[in-house]
């Protein structure tokens, strides 16, 4: 059953949330970090990205840049940029996006619930990637980014968040994408006790997006129980900071494949090897952005293509059966013989928010084609995570992404 907790927030005061709240750390490169924290001074990627406050060859991964972190959020926490909540609360935390919505229960997860798999996952970790964010969380002694969890929706929770939303809120701003983001603070004891034990009773909890967040934030309550033999469970390092929401509310955007050579074929003995898997349609020049299940755009030499697999070989599997496995499985791996897209240079990934037009350029710059997807759903996600199975990777592009600062949990 999940442990999901309110906690003390550390959050920035009303009048200046909009200028702190941060798109995640991982967004951005150095380059555009810098550019970030120089636009905008009160940006919370100053502390995410803390390299920034150094020269340009400084490695972004000293000891020095997580302490200038931590020192930078102390400083902004006396100068009173930032508030602590006197009591134990949750937030709904509002996201609107093209006029559609979604509102997530900001509170604490248990790393044991992590650890026995209460929480799920559905991708792998890699421990470089880890290490980063376990040095930022441990030296700054917080968690300075949501995670982002999805939930079967129940209607108790729902029925709360409903009613809160009718009072006024404690921030609600425009960021500069146009997206809006409204936060309610839900204090009353009865509302808190209510939704602590609908969570109770709840199985599962997913992780939609934050793998190795999630893992850094596990691994440095390990640490810190290591060094505290004597713990109850009950102090804050054994909790992260996350944002659940009701799965029917969430939306996925498809991530899209572009290549940068059709391995030593020519155009039309790459069509022929294709057409062994998939019936190939010729669209024309107009962009085609598949709109069933094991349907993909091709683009290729100024043409757009529909490829459909073949009924022989799709599958039922969770795994086995989703768009980005039947891509790997029967097109990218046999013929373009690209095997690790994590690590073949020659594949790269765009994300669906780009539009198609984004897939065109590519291909017209520096890549030779295309390939447009129909968007993992979030039940698929769930029944992948449900079996105990790993989604290939950049399966799911989740929009629009959680802000960093608004809420940070410290660990004690």
């Known amino acids: 059953m999940a442990a999901i907790k309110p906690f003390k927030a550390v959050r920035p005061r009303e009048d200046i949330a909009g200028r702190v709240a941060a798109l995640p750390y991982d967004v951005f490169n150095r380059e555009e970090a ?3 924290v120089l636009k905008e001074p009160f940006s919370f990627l100053k502390i995410d990205r803390a390299e920034t406050q150094f020269a340009k060859d400084f490695n972004p991964y000293d000891a020095k840049v997580y302490e200038k972190a931590r020192d930078i959020l ?11 909540e006197n009591k134990d609360c949750y937030y709904i935390y509002e996201l609107t996006m093209n006029g559609r919505s979604q509102a997530g229960l900001v509170g604490c997860a248990s790393i044991d619930d992590y650890l026995h798999n209460v929480i799920k996952k559905h991708e792998k970790t890699r421990e470089e990637k880890e290490i980063d964010r376990i040095n930022h969380v441990d030296i700054c002694n917080a968690q300075t980014g949501p995670i982002f969890l999805a939930y079967r929706s129940q209607k108790t929770i729902n029925d709360i968040v409903e009613k809160i939303k009718r009072e006024k809120p404690i921030y609600d701003f425009i960021a500069p994408d146009q997206i809006r983001h409204t936060v309610w603070k839900i204090a009353n004891e ?6 602590a034990r609908v969570f109770r009773k709840i199985e599962s909890v997913y992780i939609a997006d934050g793998h190795h967040r999630t893992a850094s934030a596990v691994k440095v309550g390990l640490k810190r129980r290591e060094a505290n033999p004597n713990y109850t469970g009950e102090e804050e390092f054994n909790f992260f900071l996350s944002v659940l929401f009701p799965h029917d509310q969430l939306m996925i955007l498809d991530y899209n494949r572009v290549v940068k050579d059709l391995n030593g074929y020519t155009k039309e003995e790459f069509l022929k090897a294709v057409s062994q898997s998939f019936l190939i349609e010729n669209i024309g020049q107009d962009p085609y952005k598949p709109t069933e299940k094991a349907a993909f755009g091709m683009y290729l030499e100024g043409v757009w293509y529909k490829l459909t697999a073949k009924k022989e070989i799709r599958s039922d599997d969770p795994v086995e059966g989703l768009d ?5 499985n029967y097109l990218l791996t046999p013929i373009l013989k690209i095997k690790d897209i994590r690590t073949d240079k020659r594949i790269d990934f765009v994300g669906g928010i780009r539009g198609l037009k984004e897939l065109e350029r590519r291909v017209n710059s ?10 993992t759903s979030i039940n698929e996600l769930l029944n992948v995570s449900d079996a105990g199975q790993l ?13 960093s600062g608004l809420f940070i949990h410290e660990l004690d």
């Open 324 to 328: 980005v496995s039947l891509l790997q």
């Open 74 to 84: 102390q400083k902004m926490i006396s100068e009173g940029i930032f508030i602590k």
């Open 34 to 36: 810098l550019a970030e």
């Open 366 to 375: 520096d890549m030779k084609v295309a390939f447009a997807m129909s968007p």
């Open 190 to 195: 009865t509302d808190i006790e209510k939704i």
């Open 391 to 403: 989604m290939p990777p950049k399966s799911t592009w989740f929009e629009p992404k959680l802000r």
